[in-house]
Each structure stands twice: as C-alpha cells, then as structure tokens.
C-alpha cells in the first residue's frame, strides 16, 4: 500500500468517530518559524499564517486533526509506509519540535504501516513525538483511543494557554504497548 492510500485509509477510519467536532485534512501546511523583521513586522505576515505556504516557514504534514469551529491543529501524525529509518525518526521528530515552537499545546505523532514493531532506535531518537503506533488491523481501535487522548490532551493544553489558569500539576504518562 502506497504512503496517500494509507492516509486515505486513516481518515476514513478516523472520520467515522471524529467527524461532529473535528476535521481531517492531509497535505496541510504549518508554519515552523515566526520572524519579527528590521521593521518590528512579523514574517510571514497573518495573512500568510492563516494560509501557509510550504517553502515559506511551513512544513507540510501528513494528516492534521483540527477543530472543525476554528480550524486550530490540534493532532498532526507523520505517516511512514513498509520501513521506518533512523533518519525519519529524525527528521521527523526535529519537525514535531519545530511545530511545536510555533503550537505549543499541538500534539505530534508517528503512524507507521507494514512494519513489525518500533524498535529501540525510535526511543533512541525520538525528541519531537507524542505518541507513535504500528498499525494493523488488530490495533486500529488502539489507533483510534491514543488520538482521541491526544486530542483532548491539546485541548487542554490550549484552554492553559488561552485562559491562563493557575495549574498546581502537569503530568506526562508513557504507555507502552
């Protein structure tokens, strides 16, 4: 299975639980870098923001969940098919971080197809993801929980960030399966 049938395949497995109050979109644009130029003015500009263009401080992701009301990211998952390398890892988790920078409460992942397992080399060099999975047939309701916890996670993390409560804990929990 080619990398744009698998995504296909995730969104239709995605949509059929998410589709009331979020929306996939893949091939979508995120900015990687704001910049405040020699005249104080921010690069790209908020037009540019709101309609990123890959080459001009964006990356483009492999499938993005957003809120269908403000059309906020709140989930993006980085797909690989039939092999999943050092150098992916690596590349992949740097722009996690970079997006990151830009969306903090944004929540990055790896979905990988036709492989047996994530080996010791994806903990090795992970920096950037929040979740990873192998997908099969068997898991794909294990898919379906981590992104729904994800999501909620992002929710969370922005309504700390837009109302800037007064959080007395945060806590990250790693479940390996």
Known sequence: MKEDEFVEKLKSLLDNDLKKKYELKDKINL???IIINDKYEVDPDSNEIKNPKR????FQTDLVIMNKKNKIPLVVMEIKVNSLSTHDILIYSTKAQKHKEIYPY??????VNNIDKLTNKFF???QGFDFAIVFSEK????????IKTQIKSAEKLLDVLKNKNNTEYFNTIIKIG
């Open 31 to 33: 900015i990687y870098k």
């Open 55 to 58: 080459g001009h401080y964006s």
């Open 106 to 111: 944004l929540r990055y992942g790896l979905v």
């Open 124 to 126: 090795t060099h992970n």
């Open 139 to 146: 898991n794909k309701n294990k898919l379906v929980d981590i």
